[in-house]
């Protein structure tokens, strides 16, 4: 009969204790790192300017009630005034209007194509890693072929084979960076089939979907959160690039590279509240969610803990 009062964990087998130390060092650790996170200056500053980018696409078109979509033909690129706080663009609609609506969707592509591909890239991970032997050999192999061809081309070719929305969008950005948190993924499991707690989860009749989600997957997760918010940026200006270079979503939907594009072609008429504005707001973006990624990385990087926040 186990001793009642004492230790309750010496009443467990010893490959259970293992494992239920693990885990629980494991929560105490994830709890340190996200306490050093909210103590970094760039996580606050990154929050901040993410929150305005939100608040500035979704809640201002509830308070600025100007259309983004209707034209009007007499107010043809006019500049900033009472009416149009940010003038017109060239079929005189609304340029602050189309702004905020260019940053919802500009946002909602640039954050579900990095969840889509950072989940494509995991899951491939961790079933390379997990079977290993030909399985990983052929996967990898796979990955190599793919990141051999620039991203360029893949991303003009399936533009043109498929009809641009926001979904084919979100499925070309995904379809174009899940490869490198594959290899961080396949890397980190890797390095952790052989740890103890792992031969203890065997040992105790754990399958391999048990241990891949239980063990795997959370020790795994500092370097999938930093590579996700990075993704985010880069789903941002891809599609910045694509609209940019009129491959974008097709009219009359507005993001920030098909406003700058628009724009440009009235750079000598000095009709900079076309082209700065939205060059600013894909800045700013890049800047929140870049400094977002150096705080996750310092937080869950303990060689670089303890840098951010001092």
């Known amino acids: 009969m186990p001793?009642?009062?004492?230790?309750?964990?010496?009443a467990?087998?010893?490959?259970?204790?293992?494992?239920?130390?693990?885990?629980?060092?494991?929560?105490t650790g994830m709890s340190r790192e996200w306490k050093a996170f909210w103590r970094n200056p760039l996580a606050v500053a990154g929050v901040v300017i993410l929150g305005?980018?939100?608040?500035?696409?979704?809640?201002?078109?509830?308070?600025?009630?100007?259309?983004?979509l209707n034209t009007s033909l007499s107010n043809i690129v006019q500049a900033p005034s009472s009416s149009h706080l940010l003038g017109t663009d060239a079929l005189g609609r609304d340029n602050l209007a189309r702004l905020m609506l260019g940053g919802q969707i500009s946002l909602i592509v640039g954050f579900a194509a990095a969840i889509a591909g950072v989940f494509i890239g995991v899951v491939y991970g961790l079933i390379s890693a997990q079977f290993g032997s030909w399985t990983d050999t052929v996967l990898m192999r796979i990955v190599?072929?793919?990141?051999?061809i620039p991203a360029i081309y893949i991303l003009l070719l399936l533009d043109a084979v498929l009809k641009p929305n926001v979904y084919v969008m979100i499925f070309i950005i995904a379809i174009t960076s899940w490869q490198p948190i594959a290899r961080i993924v396949r890397s980190e499991v890797l390095s952790l089939k052989t740890r103890e707690f792992v031969e203890a989860a065997?040992?105790?009749?754990?399958?391999?979907?048990?241990i891949m989600f239980r063990h795997f997957l959370p020790n795994a997760m500092g370097s999938i959160i930093v590579y996700t918010t990075f993704s985010v940026g880069g789903g941002i200006l891809t599609l910045a690039g694509l609209s940019f270079l009129g491959l974008g979503l097709p009219p009359p939907a507005p993001n920030w590279g098909q406003a700058i594009s628009d724009g440009i072609q009235y750079e000598f008429q000095n009709a900079w509240w076309l082209i700065y504005p939205p060059g600013?707001?894909?800045?700013?973006?890049?800047?929140a969610v870049n400094f977002l990624g150096d705080a996750f990385n310092q937080a869950f990087d303990p060689r670089l803990q303890g840098r951010g926040g001092a």
């Open 3 to 10: 001793a009642v009062g004492g230790n309750t964990l010496s």
């Open 52 to 68: 305005f980018l939100i608040l500035f696409s979704w809640l201002g078109p509830v308070v600025y009630h100007a259309s983004a």
């Open 12 to 27: 467990l087998p010893k490959d259970e204790t293992d494992q239920k130390a693990t885990l629980a060092n494991a929560d």
């Open 144 to 148: 190599d072929i793919t990141l051999a």
């Open 202 to 210: 065997r040992a105790a009749g754990a399958g391999w979907l048990r």
């Open 280 to 287: 600013l707001l894909i800045v700013a973006a890049e800047l």
